[in-house]
């Protein structure tokens, strides 16, 4: 899978441009604020239609202007697609796939992925379980149809006993109903906890290696998947996660009704990162998060490469800072399949690179 082509209309600071890409490494240049982000989002949003930094469309047109167009030759699949997307001030976007309109953002996923990575993903480490489980759930939602309803059916049903839960006190015949929803929960939670488990599972073992070489070998990263106390074997039979967690929901019936809250599943999991067997959320350096964070999408990447026979587009943002240099020769020369795009700073060791194309980017020009 890759992106030959890329027309910016109007997109942020670029007026008009367009650029015709390496089949493999691309490396975008230029001094700050000067367009090296907005490339890449540009290309992200074409596989997702959504920017991987801004809060709404708006932001991405620019500023005086009306509307803005990202325009894109793409080959995926042995074939060659044109996709395109246009954003309006006050009205709705419209996506196109071979001149075909596309009605979802999954109709563009459908044809052409990206993985990207910026520096702000130093929160895959250092944040909450909140951002682990996103990712885990953005990687299986994409690749896994089946996981994807799981995990809605599984939040809806969460509402409702939550809802229940809270207002009980008040009306008490709204409790005949929490069986049936502890029921739900456990069936569809074992879906999601069996798929998640196997995700990490692959997760980990590509992750450590991609880590391990990063690092020069010095350095052992290791993820552990943390769900439910009773859960023996997250592997195990989707029946027996299910039995497992029902025994749960049990043991902690009273503490949920006196906390008026739903404390019993995997809206709580986690996957714990570890890097020479100490946690890596407390005690990893800044570069040691960065490598880690970075080994989680590297991963990412290579089971979606395993399920779909293609590997996305590598996204890297400003991905060398804070690495040192045998870090930034891995993520220069050693990162390999699939095309690649790297943005860095005029002073970062261009010199160093093998192959591919180097763009220069001033005030949204591309040279
Ligand atoms: N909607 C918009 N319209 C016009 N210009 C915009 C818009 N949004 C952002 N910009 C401009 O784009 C520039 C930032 O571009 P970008 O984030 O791509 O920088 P960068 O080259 O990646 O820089 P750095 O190295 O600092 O990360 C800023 O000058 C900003 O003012």
Same mark, same amino acid.
């Given at each position: 899978?890759?992106?030959?082509?890329?027309?910016?209309?109007?997109?942020?600071?670029?007026?008009?441009?367009?650029?015709?890409?390496?089949?493999?490494?691309?490396?975008?240049?230029?001094?700050?604020?000067?367009?090296?982000?907005?490339?890449?989002?540009?290309?992200?949003?074409?596989?997702?239609?959504?920017?991987?930094?801004?809060?709404?469309?708006?932001?991405?047109?620019?500023?005086?202007?009306?509307?803005?167009?990202?325009?894109?030759?793409?080959?995926?699949?042995?074939?060659?697609?044109?996709?395109?997307?246009?954003?309006?001030?006050?009205?709705?976007? +419209?996506?196109?796939?071979?001149?075909?309109?596309?009605?979802?953002?999954?109709?563009?996923?459908?044809?052409?992925?990206?993985?990207?990575?910026?520096?702000?993903? !130093?929160?895959?480490?250092?944040?909450?379980?909140?951002?682990?489980?996103?990712?885990?759930?953005?990687?299986?939602? &994409?690749? +896994?149809?089946?996981?994807?309803?799981?995990?809605?059916?599984?939040?809806?049903?969460?509402?409702?006993?939550?809802?229940?839960?809270?207002?009980?006190?008040?009306?008490?015949?709204?409790?005949?109903?929490?069986?049936?929803?502890?029921? &739900?929960?456990?069936?569809?939670?074992?879906?999601?906890?069996?798929?998640?488990?196997?995700?990490?599972?692959?997760?980990?073992?590509?992750?450590?290696?991609?880590?391990?070489?990063?690092?020069?070998?010095?350095?052992?990263?290791?993820?552990?998947? &943390?769900?439910? $106390?009773?859960?023996?074997?997250?592997?195990?039979?989707?029946?027996?996660?299910?039995?497992?967690?029902?025994?749960?929901?049990? $043991?902690?019936?009273?503490?949920?009704?006196?906390?008026?809250?739903?404390?019993?599943?995997?809206?709580?999991?986690?996957?714990?990162?570890?890097?020479?067997?100490? $946690?890596? +959320?407390?005690?990893?350096?800044?570069?040691?998060?960065?490598?880690?964070?970075?080994?989680?999408?590297?991963?990412?990447?290579?089971?979606?490469?395993?399920?779909?026979?293609?590997?996305?587009?590598?996204? !890297?943002?400003?991905?060398?800072?804070?690495?040192?240099?045998?870090?930034?020769?891995?993520?220069?020369?050693?990162?390999?399949?699939?095309?690649?795009?790297?943005?860095?700073?005029?002073?970062?060791?261009?010199?160093?690179?093998?192959?591919?194309?180097?763009?220069?980017?001033?005030?949204?020009?591309?040279?």
């Amino acid at each position: 899978m890759r992106i030959d082509e890329l027309t910016l209309e109007r997109f942020r600071n670029y007026a008009c441009e367009r650029a015709e890409f390496d089949p493999r490494c691309n490396v975008i240049y230029g001094e700050n604020a000067q367009g090296k982000t907005n490339l890449l989002e540009a290309i992200a949003y074409l596989s997702s239609g959504r920017s991987p930094r801004a809060r709404s469309d708006r932001e991405m047109i620019g500023f005086e202007e009306q509307d803005a167009r990202i325009g894109a030759r793409v080959f995926a699949r042995d074939r060659e697609f044109a996709m395109e997307v246009e954003l309006y001030r006050g009205r709705r976007r +419209r996506m196109r796939v071979n001149q075909v309109a596309a009605k979802t953002a999954a109709e563009l996923s459908a044809v052409f992925n990206t993985v990207f990575f910026c520096p702000e993903d !130093l929160y895959l480490i250092r944040d909450g379980a909140a951002a682990r489980r996103k990712f885990l759930d953005g990687c299986l939602c &994409q690749l +896994r149809p089946r996981y994807a309803a799981a995990l809605t059916s599984y939040h809806k049903v969460y509402e409702h006993k939550t809802r229940i839960l809270r207002d009980c006190g008040e009306k008490p015949s709204l409790l005949e109903a929490l069986p049936e929803f502890n029921e &739900q929960m456990a069936v569809t939670g074992a879906v999601v906890i069996h798929y998640r488990a196997q995700l990490c599972q692959r997760l980990g073992e590509y992750a450590a290696a991609a880590h391990g070489e990063c690092s020069g070998g010095r350095e052992e990263l290791r993820l552990t998947y &943390q769900t439910v $106390s009773t859960v023996e074997d997250p592997l195990g039979s989707v029946g027996d996660i299910a039995e497992q967690l029902r025994s749960h929901q049990r $043991s902690h019936e009273s503490a949920e009704r006196a906390a008026g809250l739903c404390l019993s599943g995997p809206h709580k999991d986690d996957i714990e990162v570890f890097i020479g067997g100490r $946690s890596a +959320r407390t005690y990893s350096s800044q570069g040691q998060t960065r490598t880690a964070a970075l080994a989680l999408k590297l991963a990412e990447r290579e089971i979606y490469q395993n399920v779909t026979g293609e590997y996305p587009v590598l996204l !890297l943002d400003d991905v060398l800072s804070e690495l040192d240099e045998r870090r930034q020769e891995y993520v220069l020369n050693r990162i390999s399949g699939g095309q690649v795009f790297i943005t860095c700073c005029e002073d970062d060791r261009l010199e160093e690179l093998l192959g591919g194309r180097v763009f220069h980017v001033e005030r949204g020009i591309i040279r």
